[in-house]
Structure formats: C-alpha cells, structure tokens
C-alpha cells in the first residue's frame, strides 16, 4: 500500500469518526447511524493492517453501542482484530458469536463445502451466496495464523458442543409455537454465548 492510498484510508475512518460525532451531536446521545457507518472501520483497520487502531475502535464501539449486536462480516472483522492484538480469549468468544449470527461465514473464509443441516433460520434468504463472496479468505497470508487458529477452535469439542446445542434449539423454534418451551428455548440460545 503506498502512503497516499494508506492517507485515504485514514482519513476516510476520521470522516466516519466526525460523522458518527455529529449524529451523537444532533440526536443528544442516542446514535441514528441509519446508513450504517459504525461497521465500516474495521475492515478499514484490517487494510491497514493497524489492529491496534481496530481494537480501539472496537472498544469505543462496544462501550458506545453496547446493546449492538452487530451482522457477521462485522463480528468476523472483531474476531480477526481481537486474535491479531493477541486478545485470544475475547477472539475465541466473539468467534462462538460470530457463528451464531451465521453459520457459514467461517465455512466461506475457511473455503469449506457448506452444508444445509447448518442452515440458521434466522439469516436473511440469500445470505449464503452472499457468503460466497467474503472479501476474506484463508489464502490471504495475512490471514494464515488466523486460519490455522480458527480452524482449532472450529474443530474443538467445546466448540462441537455450543454448535450442535445451538442448531438443535434453532430446529426446535422453527416448529415450537408461542409459549412457556419456545421462551426456555430462546433463553437457552441467548445464553449459550455468555457461557462461553
């Protein structure tokens, strides 16, 4: 990357950063964000190849958007930038989350087959095909140990255990009517990120 390209870059996260500013500004605390630029640094970080930059921002994101449960590509960018800052242990959390906010987004970096009993019903129609275009990919050398170390994660039996658990409560809401059992189910869900 040459210097103007990494200066574009840069200033484009000060923009996002001043835009985000005024909407807290304009709106007295409460953040409309409506075209979604909260998401769009991180990827910006990561072309940078600043993770400690990414990590600040996701701290202040965090804190600022606490109740935020982010979409995939969002929460696969937290994942790479929290394993790259040598924060291990939060990356191995977000990695658990960022599989239950869509299951083949690690079949897609990885370059695995990906297969319908993983199919997440709560994913927009559609949303595996856009799967198939990641903008990131385990033969990206940057990306190498990441790879190597998602794929130990993916092939745990911690991780076995929390995944087969979560596809079976979503099997069960696809068919389980309003009611005491759908209510234990979905706290179930919800829950099994937080015992991670």
Same mark, same amino acid.
């Given at each position: ?59 202040? @994101?965090?804190?600022?958007? +606490?109740?935020?449960?982010? &979409?995939?590509? =969002? $929460?696969?960018?937290?994942? /790479?930038?929290?394993? #790259? ?10 990695? @658990?989350?960022?599989?239950? +906010?869509?299951?083949?987004? &690690?079949?897609? =970096? $990885?370059?695995?087959?990906? /297969?319908?009993?993983? #199919? ?77």
């Amino acid at each position: 990357m040459t210097p103007k390209q990494e200066e574009r870059i840069r200033n484009k996260i000060a923009k996002i950063r001043k835009a985000l500013a005024a909407d807290k500004q304009r709106w007295g605390g409460f953040h409309h964000d409506g075209r979604g630029l909260r998401y769009l640094p991180p990827e910006l970080f990561i072309k940078l190849r600043d993770y400690k930059g990414g990590l600040r921002y996701l701290r202040w @994101f965090d804190r600022t958007f +606490s109740d935020d449960s982010g &979409f995939p590509l =969002f $929460l696969f960018e937290w994942t /790479f930038i929290l394993y #790259k800052t040598g924060n291990v242990k939060e990356a191995e959390k977000k990695a @658990f989350k960022t599989f239950d +906010s869509h299951y083949y987004i &690690f079949d897609a =970096f $990885l370059g695995n087959e990906f /297969f319908p009993e993983k #199919k997440n019903v709560n994913s927009d129609s559609g949303i595996t095909q856009n799967m198939e275009d990641l903008p990131y990919s385990n033969s990206d050398p940057e990306f190498a140990d990441f790879a190597e170390w998602l794929e130990e994660i993916l092939t745990s039996d911690k991780f076995s255990t929390f995944a087969n658990e979560l596809i079976e409560i979503e099997k069960k809401l696809e068919t389980e009517p309003v009611g005491e059992t759908r209510t234990e189910l979905v706290n179930r869900q919800r829950n099994l990120i937080d015992e991670k």
